[in-house]
């Protein structure tokens, strides 16, 4: 695999003197200048810091600091004992991602603090500062009478410029599975999501929002806030002050300890970042957060490659299937006697007919969920710890079997391990279950966390489960098996550390479709997604459904886009696994739009953002690593649009047929959603395309070299 660094050059290291009596350096800016972090302290020695674009001021001098358990809080009264800048450019490559090359540029500002007065502790403070936006961390060097700390609040500041129009999510410390709001800044309203229906864990204490927060302002600048490198640290929520216009991190927390964050000094914090871009294109171009993070620790990674997927899924979803083969069993025996219900989905049979769905349509792996024992005890009961094993197969399904067909067809298997939630039972049967995979060179396993996690008193999102969902990724890279976790943490760009973090759901994802109460994933859902969680990472969202309705399984639910923006899905979002997630026959019923899905590529040599609004509307171009062909996925929500594309990214003197797949007349994603029209054309960097999109629609378009 080519991850291996193309060059790392070091500009220039300008270290200056430690006498305070030199003028130490405050402020950095971007290699191009245009933004700029300026260091201060205030008069009683509170660290601060402020940020401009273009030299307009984007974020108002905001303080730094943390309140400790049992030790005075981390605050005022320090002085500069030491400062450096540095400057960094480097190219990387993805082993595989949304480009092969990462630029990594960036200057550095290195604040070296002490206290004036006892106990005169030292802190640090890293800024990089970068074309698209702006990192910084605090970092606790080792010292003397200070060995541990007890975070009980992170103190970090962001007091804005204006009112933005924010898209948001509530600062929900359990679950990410809310739709965006679109409000000024000054209306978040966290609280009210407090009671959801379809959610099996939520705990909103404050008004907060969960990152990435992305934000527009009047004249068209674009924030976007979140955070990089979430290692042994609480997630990130941001309290908002929306009289203020301000916002401060709030750490999530626990109910079993009076602090939110332990560690042992030398440690640093993860980074704070802000996108600073003038459009939102730019938001998805940007590698940020990636950037941030440090370089594969796993050296060759090639056991795994991206792969377009089906699986035993959404018919659990429409209710067609279910996860358990019997009904629900009593609680405190755990025993399973009852005569199968003749509806289990993850059978042999099923499977098999999967795998050859799968080998006859370009297609490298089948996930099947529901395929060990304890699903039977799944509905209503607290204590689920010691009910899965994560080896023991249902009697309908052969694993040893359903593997060895697999491996004839050429199509691999993606595991399923729904913990419930309970981590101790996961953590115990890792290595039993880790090693079963790799006994059957199974690489991949979706993990789930649904449920309050056990133990008790833990949220999903606090310094406890970050460890254990970093800890599984490490673990399970030994066994050479990449992780999908659903109801993950919050995507920070680890990936880069640890490529077998392979992909996360992490917000509403195409099963609340299927089953939600209310009314599913709106048109725009994608549109705001797109420029939200997806700047965080890959997302497992598992696109195109087919049978948009399925009114023979739900009537009253049903998916809000157009076929159109089904197939566009497999473009827009961005992840090395990705999902064709409708039942076989839906797919056998429509082979034409299939095309679409059996052609597009997973793996991308570079990506282009040709158009986008938040919200609204998004266009995106990428360029398959293995044929240097490109797809293109055009989306918009409830509006109709037409949207006009240059195809001048296209390779000079290189002739393409592009098979467009677009909206058919009065195509509309509730009125008529099939309407699809499949043209193909000749194309050349010379081609422009007009493209229109239904209400809720979308368009597909795979330009292969002639
Ligand atoms: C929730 C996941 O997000 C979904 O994909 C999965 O099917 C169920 N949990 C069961 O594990
Ligand atoms: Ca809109």
């Known amino acids: 695999m080519k991850y291996i660094k193309l060059s790392i050059i070091v500009l220039s290291i300008i270290i200056f003197s430690c006498s305070k009596e030199k003028d130490l350096p405050t402020v950095i800016t971007s290699p191009n200048n245009t933004i700029q972090i300026d260091f201060n302290l205030t008069e009683k020695g509170v660290p601060s810091y402020k940020v401009s674009f273009e030299n307009e001021e984007v974020i108002k001098t905001s303080t730094l600091g943390f309140n400790l358990k049992d030790f005075p809080d981390i605050n005022e009264d320090f002085e500069i004992i030491n400062s450096t800048t540095n400057s960094f450019n480097e190219t990387w490559q993805m082993p595989w991602g949304e480009q092969l090359d990462v630029v990594n540029n960036y200057n550095e500002l290195i604040i070296e603090l002490q206290e004036t007065v006892a106990p005169n502790r030292k802190i640090n403070i890293v800024f990089k500062a970068y074309d698209d936006g702006i990192g910084f961390r605090y970092e606790f060097p080792e010292q003397d009478n200070f060995i541990e700390i007890f975070i009980t609040d992170e103190n970090t500041q962001f007091n804005l410029t204006e009112d933005y129009k924010t898209f948001w999510i509530p600062g929900d410390w359990d679950i990410y599975e809310h739709l965006y709001s679109t409000t000024k800044f000054s209306k978040i309203d966290a609280l009210k999501y407090r009671d959801h229906s379809n959610l099996a864990q939520t705990q909103i204490p404050e008004n907060s929002v969960n990152t990435p927060v992305t934000m527009v302002g009047k004249s068209g600048l674009h924030l976007s806030f979140h955070e990089a490198a979430l290692v042994d640290y609480s997630g990130m929520t941001l309290k908002v002050d929306t009289l203020n216009l301000s916002m401060q991190s709030g750490l999530v927390g626990s109910r079993n300890q009076d602090y939110k964050v332990k560690r042992t000094l030398p440690f640093h914090t993860p980074w704070r970042t802000i996108h600073i871009t003038k459009n939102a294109p730019d938001l998805i171009e940007s590698n940020l957060i990636v950037n941030l993070n440090e370089p594969n620790k796993l050296g060759d990674v090639s056991w795994i490659k991206p792969t377009k997927y089906t699986g035993i899924w959404w018919e659990m979803h429409l209710g067609k299937s279910t996860w358990d083969m019997s009904a629900k069993q009593d609680m405190t025996t755990h025993t399973t006697q009852a005569k199968p219900h003749g509806k289990h989905g993850a059978t042999t049979k099923n499977a098999k007919a999967f795998i050859d769905f799968s080998a006859k349509n370009n297609i490298g792996a089948v996930l099947i969920e529901g395929w060990n024992t304890g699903w039977e005890h799944w509905i209503g009961f607290e204590d689920r710890e010691g009910v899965f094993d994560f080896v023991t197969p249902y009697p309908d399904y052969d694993l040893q079997e359903v593997v060895r067909y697999g491996k004839e067809k050429g199509v691999e298997i993606i595991m399923h391990h729904e913990t419930s939630a309970a981590t101790e039972t996961y953590t115990k049967q890792q290595d039993t279950a880790f090693a079963l995979m790799q006994s059957l060179g199974i690489h991949a396993v979706k993990t789930g966390y649904v449920g309050k996690i056990l133990p008790k008193g833990e949220y999903h999102h606090g310094q406890y489960m970050v460890n254990h969902y970093n800890n599984t990724v ?36 195409q099963e609340f479709n299927a089953w939600a109460s209310d009314g599913g994933n709106p048109p725009e859902h994608i549109s705001i997604v797109a420029f939200t969680r997806m700047l965080s990472g890959p997302i497992d969202f598992t696109p195109g459904i087919f049978d948009i309705k399925f009114d023979k399984y739900k009537k009253d639910n049903q998916v809000n886009t157009t076929i159109a923006q089904q197939l566009a899905l497999f473009v827009v979002i961005y992840s090395p696994v990705q999902m064709a997630a409708d039942l076989i026959e839906n797919y056998e019923a429509n082979l034409e739009a299939f095309q679409f899905i059996k052609d597009v590529g997973v793996d991308w040599k570079q990506t282009q953002v040709l158009n986008g609004e938040i919200g609204d509307f998004v266009t995106i171009a990428r360029q398959e690593r293995e044929t240097g062909n490109w797809f293109i996925g055009s989306i918009t929500d409830e509006n109709s649009r037409e949207l006009n594309i240059n195809l001048d990214f296209l390779e000079e003197g290189q002739s393409y047929s592009a098979i467009i797949y677009k909206d058919g007349n009065n195509a509309h994603w509730n009125d008529n959603p099939l309407a699809l029209d499949i043209e193909t054309v000749t194309v050349t960097k010379d081609t422009k395309l007009t493209l229109n999109l239904a209400q809720g629609g979308g368009a597909a378009i795979s330009i292969i070299k002639q």
């Not at 943490?489 to 880069?496: D, E, P, Q, V």
């Open 474 to 509: 490490e673990k399970a890279a030994k066994y050479q098996v990449a992780i999908n976790a659903h109801e993950p943490i919050k995507a920070t760009g680890l990936r880069r550390t640890y490529p077998n973090t392979i992909s996360r759901e992490g917000l509403r994802g």
